[in-house]
């Protein structure tokens, strides 16, 4: 992979779109209206961090359910886990529970203290998820953008280790916009909440900590992202398959960086078909 520079202008092409605050607004509202209903559990919290909590939507069925443990985007220094619910009610309706994990920002924290937050959350999972009707047997770990990073640092084989799960129940990584290889953005205008340095580059890469063989991985993108999305998307699925992972990769027509979350969640897309695919559909 190309460790060149990334321009920061090439990453931040999208939030020059007039759509934005619409689509981010649209999110919020319709999260509301989820986190409201019956089957949310909220307010969970997993480390001592303010921000290290997550949230639980649950299907309407006895016994444990598989589940999409789900991390938000915001370039590591903005989001927040209850704008992502609306990205819950199309699982819990095939009996797939989602879990909509937060941690703590930077500038607040450094990206290496950002990943372990996202390790303890995993962890807590792993130590509480029984208790709330989850299977820890059947679990597609997910994200978009920084979040997407993120995802790909839980799923890595130090990451599991990390959370002490078993590998064998992580059934797939579900990744759309993220971020795999953060040398490029070393001296670009992210660099300035990140201050990369070689061992954090190194710590913090998924290029550098690649999932398990057995972990089948699907790397989305939106056919509008600036270069820099499209490029790490297609460098870290080029890599992935070099080393044996199973991967599956789509590029979303019509979306750009924001708006292809909503596929996500979304009925007869390719990130939902491929969680189904590892998961089931519980209704049938």
């Not at 934005?20 to 509301?32: C, H, N, Q």
């Not at 307010?43 to 299907?59: C, H, I, Q």
């Not at 290029?207 to 600036?226: A, M, T």
Request: charged share 20%; aromatic share 8%.
């Amino acid at each position: 992979m190309d460790s060149g520079q990334m321009d920061a202008s090439d990453y931040w092409l999208d939030m020059e779109r007039g759509d934005v605050p619409d689509v981010l607004k649209d999110y919020a509202v319709r999260s509301e209206a989820v986190r409201n209903g019956p089957n949310a559990v909220l307010g969970l919290r997993y480390g001592p961090d303010p921000r290290e909590r997550l949230e639980l939507f649950k299907p309407d069925m006895p016994g444990s359910v598989p589940f999409v443990a789900f991390i938000h985007g915001g370039w590591w220094k903005g989001g927040r886990p209850e704008d992502r619910a609306c990205l819950a009610p199309h699982f819990t309706e095939r009996g797939i529970a989602f879990v909509s994990i937060g941690y703590p920002l930077a500038l607040a924290a450094s990206l290496r203290e950002i990943v372990d937050s996202i390790f303890r959350a995993m962890a807590w999972l792993g130590a509480n998820g029984v208790a709330h009707g989850l299977d820890l047997q059947r679990m597609v770990i997910a994200g978009n953008s920084a979040g997407g990073h993120l995802a790909a640092m839980a799923a890595s084989a130090d990451g599991l280790a990390a959370a002490g799960l078993d590998v064998h129940g992580v059934r797939g990584l579900c990744a759309f916009s993220g971020l795999y290889d953060l040398a490029p953005l070393r001296g670009s205008y992210a660099d300035e909440w990140l201050n990369l340095d070689d061992a954090t580059i190194a710590d913090c890469s998924p290029v550098r900590k690649l999932p398990p063989v057995s972990v089948p991985v699907f790397l989305g993108i939106g056919d509008g992202e600036p270069g820099g999305f499209q490029t790490q998307t297609k460098d870290f699925a080029s890599l992935l398959r070099q080393s044996g992972r199973s991967v599956e990769t789509a590029i979303v027509p019509d979306r750009h960086h924001f708006s292809v979350i909503a596929d996500i969640g979304a009925p007869g897309s390719a990130p939902f078909n491929f969680v189904l695919k590892q998961l089931g559909d519980q209704t049938k």
